[in-house]
């Protein structure tokens, strides 16, 4: 009798906590990296894109502060395509700054608690909804918080030989370059200068070492600046001293902050990430003394949501690393007390949800705006709009952040109107909600000065989608006295008009100088003059849609 074969049955071995983490981490990693090509361009990375395109093209350097990324990211404007298309793969070197960060989040976290709490903290950073959708962005923040968080993990491991106190200086000096707001992270060096020279028993030498480390900051700061700063004029330290201290007063202040509003949509998109960063103070007690003081200075970054101005969503991916660091502790306890599979799982299950508002439409509207106007004017024109979206155009009024318009309506100097008294800027690029509403409605401007909003409102008539061009628009049989503040060549676009007595029909060009021109709507229909010098008006219409897409 033949014996039946039984075969072994596969045990099915569950994924233990460190292969759960690990796993989750890397698909946050890698749906991050496809997010990178969807998003719209934001409208401060065209503003860092024209700052790049300033000095790799035209060798200009306006500051040696927060220019850093200039000199790094040249080569992308010599590449194939518009600025959209090289602000996509500067993203990608971005990501790859993040990717230091991350690295440099668990590195740190071990310095506190276990493999498994140290992961945690970095899944938790990288799936925080605004870090998942801002961290690679092209700002300098993903810059600095790399040089930060490098130098923090170096800080807290490597010992303090020259080799070592160099490459913290170093670091750390690039990231002031890259943005001033670095100061922000001052608590976390300070605790875990503390922390070391605890370690070490408080022992003189020990803190020589650390006095050494604040000295190659300075030095190395010094040196990059002067390096930096070659491309500048003389007056540079006066410039970017008067720079700073503007900034200073700015951007520190007690009260609500500007973007406290955004503060409920972070939470909801990283509610594991806050919770962890809300009860991580509770979990310190049983810690030692000296840890404590360190895992304090770490979390004390997220107090600059209270003082500091600018803490828009890109911001949380600049300040959460050391934050995220200190909730090590309760990341353990969480991991400990409650099922990893669930943690996990919560923390990863607002990640799909990211990419729900993604209106693909931006991006591409985007790219249409450009590409029309390199075809639509022979030879790039002087313009106004909100963030310098024309790189190559030569943008003639300033960045219109909060910030921006605030400084303008301060300083009460008449941009527009005394800039077309000076320069031929015929074009507005409608691309912020205070354009649409000075050149759409009667409504106040309050982003305008009244003369401003006078004259540009006296001067630009719809031309295509977002470009607005001088002209003038007459019902039949109106007589105007219009001052002309943009020379140049004028088409008749519609209708018939007398211009200081002499007839243009629809489809002639007419040139018209500075000054009162008498113009009349001499036709049986509405008639329309707009500038036309080197103009080839595009015959599609601009693509439904928007062009941004919103925080």
Request: with cysteine; glycine share 6%.
């Amino acid at each position: 009798m033949t014996e039946a074969i039984i075969q072994p049955q596969k045990v099915r071995v569950p994924l233990s906590t460190n292969q759960m983490l690990r796993y989750a981490l890397a698909a946050a990693i890698v749906l991050q990296a496809v997010m990178i090509s969807l998003v719209a361009v934001n409208w401060d990375e065209f503003f860092f894109y024209h700052q790049v395109w300033q000095f790799a093209q035209e060798g200009v350097l306006t500051s040696a502060i927060q220019t850093l990324h200039v000199r790094l990211f040249g080569w992308i404007t010599w590449l194939p395509g518009v600025s959209v298309d090289h602000i996509i793969i500067a993203r990608y070197v971005m990501f790859a700054f993040e990717l230091v960060t991350l690295g440099s989040i668990y590195a740190l976290a071990r310095r506190f608690s276990t493999q498994d709490a140290a992961l945690l903290c970095a899944l938790a950073y990288v799936s925080f909804g605004f870090v998942f959708m801002h961290g690679f962005s092209f700002r300098t923040d993903p810059m600095a918080a790399a040089f930060l968080s490098g130098a923090l993990a170096l800080f807290a491991w490597k010992r303090l030989t020259t080799l070592w106190i160099i490459a913290i200086g170093c670091l750390t000096a690039l990231a002031f370059l890259t943005t001033i707001k670095s100061i922000l992270w001052a608590p976390a060096f300070a605790g875990l200068a503390w922390l070391r020279w605890a370690d070490e028993g408080y022992d003189t030498r020990a803190a020589i070492r650390l006095v050494a480390v604040a000295a190659a900051v300075t030095v190395a700061g010094a040196f990059f600046y002067w390096l930096h700063s070659l491309a500048l004029e003389a007056d540079h330290v006066t410039k970017t001293g008067n720079a700073g201290r503007s900034a200073a007063r700015k951007m520190f202040s007690l009260g609500i902050q500007p973007y406290w509003n955004v503060i409920p949509k972070a939470i909801t998109t990283g509610f594991v990430g806050a919770l962890l960063i809300a009860f991580a103070p509770s979990t310190w007690k049983a810690t030692a003394a000296a840890k404590r003081i360190a895992l304090i200075g770490l979390w004390l970054p997220v107090t600059t949501f209270l003082f500091y101005h600018n803490t828009a969503p890109y911001f949380y991916a600049f300040i959460l690393p050391p934050v995220f660091v200190a909730c090590a502790p309760v990341a353990k306890l969480a991991l400990e007390k409650y099922r990893p599979a669930l943690i996990v799982a919560a923390v990863t299950i607002v990640l799909p949800i990211q990419f729900l508002p993604v209106d693909h439409r931006a991006k591409a509207n985007q790219i249409a705006l450009i590409e029309t106007a390199d075809r639509m004017f022979d030879q790039p024109v002087r313009y106004f709009d909100a963030n310098f979206m024309l790189a190559g155009f030569d943008k003639k009024n300033g960045f219109m952040t909060p910030w921006g318009i605030e400084s303008y309506l301060w300083a009460e100097k008449r941009v527009y109107r005394d800039g077309m008294a000076k320069e031929t800027i015929p074009l507005v690029v409608e691309n912020d909600s205070a354009w649409t509403r000075l050149l759409t409605t009667d409504e106040p401007a309050g982003e305008f000065l009244a003369e401003d909003a006078a004259a540009i409102r006296d001067t630009f008539i719809h031309a295509w989608g977002p470009f607005w061009l001088a002209g003038i628009e007459l019902p039949v049989g109106q007589t105007r006295n219009w001052t002309v503040r943009v020379p140049g060549e004028y088409h008749v676009r519609q209708g018939t008009i007398q211009i200081d007595g002499q007839t243009y029909r629809e489809g002639q060009m007419v040139t018209l100088d500075r000054g009162v021109t008498s113009i009349t709507s001499a036709g049986s229909t509405n008639a329309e003059l707009m500038w036309a010098d080197g103009v080839t008006m595009p015959e599609a219409p601009m693509p439904p849609g928007p062009i941004w897409t919103y925080f």
